[in-house]
């Protein structure tokens, strides 16, 4: 069996300093670095932005408020409005096409056709098989029936 480890019983090794620093780097440190920032005259003059001081937080926020929102409105207001097509559009120009044309196209291309797509279909046209399908109930049982199904849910 092991023995439980203990860190009390383990020696800590000694950790040397790399190198002392210098005599009053840390009392010279925060002077050094506040001479680095630039003054604030200088930024002033740089930016053109100087009369945004004189102002108060409150009516800053509210003119960065009013520019971003008129940025927004300026950009819907330039973009157009939407071409309106009617929603018919697409349904109009399918029922033009021949259903010989459109069932041979179905046929021959790549296209796969699922059972989700058909019950869409027949969801908004519900007397959209009759066109084609001439079968009777008792004959839609008998070739189910003969389907082979191994999930019983379906039964």
Not at 71 to 91: E, K, R
Request: no cysteine.
């Amino acid at each position: 069996m092991k023995p439980s480890f203990k860190l009390d019983a383990h020696p800590r090794r000694p950790r040397p300093l790399l190198s002392e620093p210098p005599a009053g780097y840390f009392d010279k440190l925060p002077t050094r670095i506040m001479a680095r920032l630039p003054q604030a005259e200088a930024r002033d003059t740089a930016t053109g932005w100087g009369w945004l001081g004189f102002l108060s937080p409150a009516l800053r926020t509210g003119l960065a408020s009013v520019a971003v929102l008129g940025g927004f409105a300026a950009s819907f207001y330039m973009s157009g409005t939407p071409q309106l097509v009617p929603a018919t559009a697409s349904v109009a120009s399918l029922d033009a096409v021949p259903r010989t044309e459109l069932v041979g196209y179905l046929l021959t291309s790549g296209t796969r056709v699922e059972n989700v797509d058909l019950a869409v279909l027949t969801a908004a046209h519900p007397s959209i098989a009759k066109g084609f399908l001439h079968a009777s109930e008792d004959e839609m049982n008998d070739v189910l029936d003969t389907q082979p199904s191994e999930d019983l849910t379906y039964l």
